[in-house]
């Protein structure tokens, strides 16, 4: 068949490239220390945590976070969310949102370049290549290298690797969800239920890719983060620059002695910043969305800049009002005036008053509810004495890790009894006394009777009261219905 | 059919169609896309092998697999049976007296009994059970045979004025049209409305009150407080369940009422028969059992278990 490129001379234009593959070249220096220890702090918190106890009493599993799914119940240390408080966790997903604008529009893409799994993940895997297969070049000469024995046990040791790491990483995960030492032992045992095995795999499974194999290619077509973020950036956050108006022109294999040579900028073309970039790209062509700003592009330049004598900072964290002012030969901003700006002042602010807001409302919190549903099949029934009989199903939350002693009442109801279905009319008190487990909803059916003389309907109040801790009480409206005057 | 050519600006083929000037590329679907398309169609085949698939006049056809959705439901049936087996037959083995000993027996029993009076109840006695005219609402306190659990087990076990049925609550007030002038079942009408707080007494109540003690007091008692072993009502009370006033007492008074109800041994299950008698004692009408019978009910519990 006769392909349309021989017919046109032209080239079919795609929108997605294929992957070449990057060996990016070990680096030192101190973002790549910040790297490691960013690293280091992440992937602790990522596997320690579900292993933390927290002593909450008998009544409440002892693990510091766990995401209960079947009692719904959400625990993290001291703080226990029921799913009708889950306003705290949309509280915290904005609190995530805004710490997100805050930090990119302090440090630019700083999420992107050192905390984002993706990074992280895909940074282990790069030191397990490098670890198994050497450093780039012994990467790409092992690539091209034809497949022998070697080359092939090499390779099998190397996915038997990633394949460790991403069950690791997958097995992590579903700690989270129930109490780690006994879902260890079941996963092991094989009596893990199954929705287990399928998290782990599937984890595994995107793991294993994503970090193995996809790398960049997430950052550059799968993430929408790098486009949002660009929308977040201004002139006056930093980012990873290249500043040009020094290096160019660049002159390759340059010693420190033609350096005097004015008419040559302070690059010497080495290539160390675009071998060292994880991403595989040349920061030298301007700010890029595959540029992840994990600034070991850095590193590298400033140590060829020791070498040949220059002052470091070729390439260098910079904003791009800051770019101007230097390429006309001025002085930068100090970098306390680039974080503290009004702008993220103003993202802290906020990001404060919520989290402020949270805690306020957190320490509130009686850890005691009630909710009232009317019967409503037959709404009112008439008792022989006349009187007239609503019902209600009442539910009260103990919210706290211990059973608790509390008493229902009524008020705003003039004359009005209340009886559980257990006790009778005639034995009723001011209170109906309810013994609630910990940490559940008790649900009591009341019954609540008023002379038949009265409006038609009633608004009064049902009061739960803890009777072992002073003050803790709540309320709920109610409506209390008669028959039609005349029935 | 136009020649095929190649379009310039995208270097990509055209279809050879052409309309208005405007030309269709060749650019075809992605290979994943067809290859997801083509699996769909293997997918397909198998499943019409394996599942139901074609529709025919009164079922489908059967798949290798064997599998049929009322086969499932049929499957699931007999597991909830045999999960249920043990509750019912610990509720049958249990007198109805003691169904309340243990907690757990007495919410699923109210709970079995919620969803047969669903069945078979709603039709008389409305689906919250507060019944109309003629049809008593069994969430009220007020009992014409008996408020008790073995009250009214006894009620649906043998129903009310069955007339083949020997044990069935039976009872039946005279209609008083043929032996007592229109004026004195007014009179009458008078005292029963006077003893029930409906209005005052004048002199028509003294009169009614004279007729009342000669005709009425045998099954509603002297005072009209009633006579459960005759289901005779409490006239006193504010409860009514054909009416109160003056005009459906005097038609009550002149042409009697026979309410009758089925008797459900023998169409339900015991079982079944004794979660609906609790069922409706837990409306928030039920009593508790007299000592008397509660004693008598632990002598034959003590008989019965060597
Ligand atoms: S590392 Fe520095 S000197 Fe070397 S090519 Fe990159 S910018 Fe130029
Ligand atoms: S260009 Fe530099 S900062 Fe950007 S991803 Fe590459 S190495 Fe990291």
Known sequence: MVSPEDLTGLKKKSLYAKREPVYPKAVTGRFRRLKWLVMAVTLTIYYVTPWLRWDRGPYAPDQAVLIDLAHRRFYMFGIEIWPHEFYYVAGLLIMAGIGLFLATSAVGRAWCGYACPQTVWTDVYQHVERWIDGDRNAQIRLAKAPWTASKLARRLFKYAAFLAIAIATGGAWIFYFADAPTLLRDFIAGDAPFVAYATVGVLTATTFTLGGFMREQVCIYMCPWPRIQTAMMDEKSLTVTYKEWRGEPRARGTKKATLVDLNRGDCIDCNACVAVCPTGIDIRNGPQVGCITCALCIDACDRVMTQIGRPRGLIDYATLEDCRTEAAGGTPKPLAKTIFRPRTLIYFTLWAAIGLAMLFALGARTRLDISAQQERNPIYVRLSDGDIRNSYTVKIRNMEARPRQVEVGISDLPEAVAWTIEGSREAAEGTVPVNVPADSVAKVKLFVAAPAAGPQEDDFVFTVRSLDMEGATATVESRFERPEEGR | ?306
Request: charged content about 20%; overall charge negative; glycine content about 12%.
């Open chain 2, 1 to 306: 059919m136009a020649e095929k050519r190649v379009d310039e600006p995208t270097g990509t083929e055209t279809m050879g169609h052409e309309w208005d000037g405007i030309e269709e590329l060749n650019t075809p679907l992605p290979r994943w896309w067809l290859w997801a398309f083509y699996a769909s169609i293997a997918w397909a085949a198998v499943y019409v092998v394996l599942y139901p698939a074609w529709p025919l006049i009164d079922r489908a056809t059967a798949g290798a697999l064997g599998w049929t959705s009322t086969g499932q439901l049929e499957q699931e049936l007999a597991k909830e049976q045999a999960r249920k087996a043990p509750l019912l037959s610990a509720i049958a083995a249990t007198p109805i007296e003691r169904l309340a000993d243990d907690p757990r027996l007495m919410q699923a029993a109210i709970e079995g009994g919620r969803s047969a009076f669903k069945v078979s109840c709603v039709q008389c006695h409305g689906s919250g059970a507060a019944g109309s005219k003629g049809y008593p609402n069994l969430n009220d306190d007020d009992w014409l045979w008996g408020g008790d659990i073995a009250s009214i087990h006894f009620t649906i076990e043998h129903g009310i004025r069955q007339p083949d049925h020997d044990e069935t609550r039976m009872s039946q007030m005279p209609a008083f049209g043929g032996m007592l002038s229109p004026d004195q079942i007014a009179d009458l009408t008078a005292h029963v409305r006077t003893i029930s707080g409906q209005q005052k007494a004048d002199v028509a109540a003294a009169r009614g009150a004279e007729l009342f003690a000669q005709n009425c007091a045998a099954c509603h008692g002297p005072g009209g407080k009633g006579d459960r072993g005759l289901g005779a009502p409490n006239l006193t009370d504010a409860i009514w369940l054909y009416g109160g006033d003056a005009e459906t007492i005097g038609q009550t008074i002149a042409n009697s009422r026979y309410g009758v109800m089925p008797r459900w041994s023998g169409r339900l299950d015991p079982v079944t028969i004794k979660m609906l008698a609790a069922y409706v004692h837990s409306l928030g009408g039920g009593e508790a059992m007299p000592k008397s019978q509660m004693a008598e009910a632990e002598g034959t519990k003590a008989d019965g278990q060597p």
